[in-house]
């Protein structure tokens, strides 16, 4: 394995402007058939997102994907969308349930324009044979498979018909995969996503371990279409999570899709759950990203996201746990 290293490790480097002021650069993304304002997409996660907030995001433009933890509302989700005139973004995993709703789907003529097999060990026989079963019944949806980590699982994964890959294993900000299993692409993911960009043949989407709006011009840089983001995206007056007060200070909760309190029991608990301060509303912080990315494509001397691909970085420094603590 080569050297890698991590969003904190690396500094992309200003090329001169060409814009005269930052709102004439454009940060918007094609993917998938479609146009989104940004290229970043709020985590499938419940904490995260809801039938509300993916209402808002489909009509303000933005990419969203619906979690898949209330399994039975998912149906009427499509419908609802659907028939709202806006695109439907669902998630599914890959037990013999999931096949029954994909089939429900067919059978009701209702193809949702993106779909996302979302588990945490992509790179498996079992997601290759939903993204076949998916391919064959709903060709016309977009198909996001995930998750994985290396060029080989890219490819797989893509060979079998998947029309957009998610990586990263255990950079998560909830995430004890690493320390749990040891295994992943915690503390290198920005170097997981450059070597699985460069085997890709269609769009990445690298997800986990932003934790700055800096990190989502370096992701980019380093070969992604879009990017997913939980912590950030966590904490907001429509976020789903539960509110608390601490010393007059609101807080709202994050948590893993693996941890315990998303699945009821302890059993293979790969996640945790911490709370984050209050943010205020959501459309603030995404008119943030925005200016700041505009901000990151004028440094990259251009006045489209394209520019952020081509310039130079440097390695400034190393650290494993992207300033995350363990527990
Ligand atoms: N991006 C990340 O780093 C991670 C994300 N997650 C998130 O947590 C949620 C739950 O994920 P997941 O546990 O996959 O979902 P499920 O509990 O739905 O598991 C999906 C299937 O994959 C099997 N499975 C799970 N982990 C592995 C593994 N390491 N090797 C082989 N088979 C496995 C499960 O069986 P069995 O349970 O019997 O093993 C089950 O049959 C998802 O939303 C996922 O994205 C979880 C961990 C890491
Ligand atoms: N290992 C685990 N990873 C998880 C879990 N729940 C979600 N996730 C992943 O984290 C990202 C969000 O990362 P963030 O750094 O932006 O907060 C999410 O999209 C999943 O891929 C979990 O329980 N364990």
């Known amino acids: 394995m080569e050297n890698v290293f991590d969003y904190e490790d690396i500094q992309l480097v200003p090329a001169k402007a060409i814009v005269e002021s930052r709102s004439e650069c454009d940060t918007s993304v094609q993917f998938g058939g479609r146009s989104f304002k940004l290229p970043v ?13 993916a ?9 969203y994907i619906l979690h898949r933890f209330k399994p039975e509302q998912r149906l009427d989700f ?3 969308m659907q028939n709202r005139g806006l695109y439907a973004s669902v998630s599914v995993g890959v037990k013999k349930e999931e096949y029954d709703f994909i089939n429900l789907l067919a059978e009701e003529g209702l193809v949702p324009e993106y779909i996302t097999i979302d588990v945490a060990h992509g790179h498996s026989d079992s997601v ?5 079963h998916i391919k064959e019944l709903l060709p016309a949806s977009f198909l996001i498979a995930g998750n994985v980590g290396t060029p080989e699982a890219v490819r797989e994964l893509e060979n079998a018909g998947a029309d957009a890959t998610k ?3 255990g950079p998560g900000k909830v995430c004890i995969t690493k320390i749990k299993t ?3 692409t915690g503390g290198w993911q920005l170097a997981a996503l450059r070597l699985c960009s460069k085997a890709a043949s269609k769009p990445i989407i690298a997800d986990g371990g932003i934790r700055t709006h800096g990190d989502i011009a370096k992701s980019v840089r380093f070969g ?3 990017v997913m983001i939980g912590s950030l995206f966590a904490g907001h007056e429509e976020s789903p999570g539960e509110t608390v007060e601490k010393d007059g200070v609101l807080f709202k909760e994050y948590f893993g899709s693996a941890s315990e309190f998303q699945k009821g029991e302890k059993k293979n608990v790969e996640g945790k759950r911490m709370y984050v301060e ?9 008119t943030e990203m925005q200016q700041d990315l505009q901000s990151s494509i004028s440094y990259a001397g251009g006045d489209k996201l394209e520019a952020i691909r081509y310039v130079d970085y440097v390695i400034v420094k190393n650290s494993i746990f992207n300033g995350d603590k363990v527990y």
């Open 41 to 53: 997409v709020p985590a499938n996660m419940q904490t995260i997102i809801d039938e509300k907030i």
């Open 55 to 63: 209402v808002y995001l489909a009509e303000n433009d933005y990419f």
């Open 78 to 80: 499509v419908k609802d």
């Open 128 to 132: 290759i044979k939903m993204i076949k």
């Open 167 to 169: 990586v990263g294993i």
């Open 182 to 184: 040891g295994f992943g």
């Open 224 to 226: 992604a279409s879009m």
């Open 278 to 286: 209050y943010r205020g509303a959501l459309q603030d912080t995404l």
